[in-house]
């Protein structure tokens, strides 16, 4: 069976795509019941237009080869179906004994394992979305050329929450002329919290260097001729526009103020260039000259121009003692340590925390910490296993960068290893898979890791692809 076996009958599902994955971070971030509810409909519709489109040639031989990434989310949202199942309390003490008791105090008859059972019916629309989108992702983002196009859009999308942002600071508008809301001395983009802008920014940052890297030479330059021939060539490149914008992201990340969001990005790109040294075979010559045109160009000279000496100092005068999430994250970890299993139900945080908080340090609907967050309201063993999701998608990325020959999937894929590492250092000071566009960018994020290792490099080579094959070197 081939991979790409069917005719390109599709294309007006890809644009649909791609115009999702651009519209997600406009409305707020997808950040509000309106806004997801609308996402949530697209995806459906796109799931439905999937059937129609290829009635009886539905190519189902591909979900074998994501089936990690897939069952984690379906048995992850299985979980959650079963938090809002009404149980006898005799068999909900059993299960979750705590959650028992609490419906005891209040006489009922039956109860749940979550404590907010509509805001768990909300969180679990949410993720049947999820989960057809990452289906749809593997009906639709069937070819290298698809896949390159999707990471684009990403970059576009970037671009313009980069342009938008800075324009309204730099401006100094009062009101954001597109969507009315207060505008700050920080860049927030279309977003609301800075930080949740950050971390969108973080993430394209990321997959457009891997877009610059999959257009970076291999071969040596050889004389002096085709040296001048490369780099006049490169100047109206793609990938000079891309370098382009990459460096207006980088001025809007800056101008965000979000300090762990650039402590991320400055790590990342730290890891990237180490991994690249470690991992990355027939590496590009001029790889290791991007990481170092991207710290010093990006990150010191156009950082200070920008601001960075401020995200620098709020970093340095940032204390555990004067800041209250500390403080949220131990009252945190005694919900863990009475719902360790079973969790107090998706979504159901600011539900739940006001009873463990001793004393009043204002208004957290989230823990400010997605690891300890997951943990509260899915349990450990929910938690753990799509950690083992997002690890396994890590390993699969490695093994396209040391093993395939294709610049396109190589680049891509380092690309890749550095978005899911800023996300999971981010996520550790941050509530970032709560906006419906950053958790959805990271759930691609998660297919593209597992894509570049199974799409071939060229249409039409069949599914027996390996990395040995010459094929790969050429695209």
């Known amino acids: 069976m081939q991979y790409n076996s069917l005719p390109e009958k599709d294309r007006y599902l890809l644009y649909s795509f791609i115009a999702l994955l651009i519209w997600l971070p406009i409305p707020l971030g997808s950040n509000r019941e309106i806004t997801w509810a609308i996402a949530q409909i697209w995806i459906s519709l796109q799931t439905v237009g999937t059937f129609v489109v290829y009635r009886k040639q539905l190519p189902l031989h591909r979900l074998a080869h994501y089936k990690v990434l897939l069952w984690g989310i379906l048995l992850f949202q299985v979980w959650i179906a079963l938090q809002i199942i009404p149980l006898p309390l005799s068999l909900l003490s059993w299960v979750s004994p705590r959650s028992a008791e609490i419906y005891q105090m209040v006489d009922a008859q039956y109860g749940y394992i979550s404590l907010d059972k509509h805001i768990t019916t909300i969180a679990l629309a949410k993720g049947v979305a999820y989960s057809l989108f990452v289906f749809n992702a593997i009906m639709i983002i069937s070819t290298s050329s698809r896949l390159k196009l999707a990471c684009i859009a990403l970059v576009c999308s970037g671009t313009f929450q980069a342009l938008y942002g800075t324009l309204m600071v730099l401006l100094k508008a009062d009101v954001s002329p597109f969507l009315g809301i207060p505008v ?168 739940v925390f006001p009873g463990y908080a001793q004393d009043y340090l204002g208004f957290y609907d989230h823990a400010h910490n997605d690891y300890i967050q997951f943990a509260v309201e899915a349990g450990v063993p929910a938690t753990i296993m799509l950690g083992v999701v997002v690890l396994y998608s890590l390993l699969k990325c490695v093994q396209t960068v040391h093993l395939r020959h294709s610049r396109t999937m190589k680049g891509i894929a380092l690309g890749t290893i550095m978005a899911i590492l800023g996300m999971l250092i981010h996520s550790s000071t941050d509530f970032n898979f709560q906006p419906t566009a950053n958790a959805l960018t990271f759930i691609f994020i998660l297919f593209l890791a597992n894509a570049t290792a199974v799409i071939p490099a060229k249409t039409w080579i069949r599914d027996s692809d390996r990395p040995s094959s010459n094929l790969d070197a050429r695209y």
């Open 184 to 351: 700050e001395d920080i860049a927030t983009g279309s977003f609301i919290y800075k930080n949740h802008y950050a971390n969108y920014l973080l993430m394209i940052l990321c997959i457009g260097i891997g877009l610059v890297i999959t257009q970076l030479h291999t071969s040596e330059s050889g004389i002096w001729k085709v040296r001048l021939d490369r780099m006049l060539s490169s100047i109206f490149s793609q990938k000079m526009m891309i370098r382009l914008c990459l460096i207006f992201m980088v001025i809007a990340l800056v101008m965000s103020g979000s300090r762990m969001g650039n402590a991320a990005f400055f790590t990342v790109i730290v890891l990237g260039g180490v991994l690249s040294l470690a991992i990355y075979k027939r590496r590009p010559r001029a790889l290791i000259a991007l990481f170092v045109s991207i710290f010093i160009i990006d990150m010191i000279i156009v950082g200070a121009l920008f601001g960075v000496s401020n995200v620098q100092q709020k970093i340095m005068n940032t204390s555990w003692l004067e800041e209250s999430r500390d403080q949220v994250l131990l009252w945190s970890l005694d919900i863990i340590k009475d719902f360790p299993l079973t969790g107090t139900g998706m979504s159901s945080f600011y539900t």
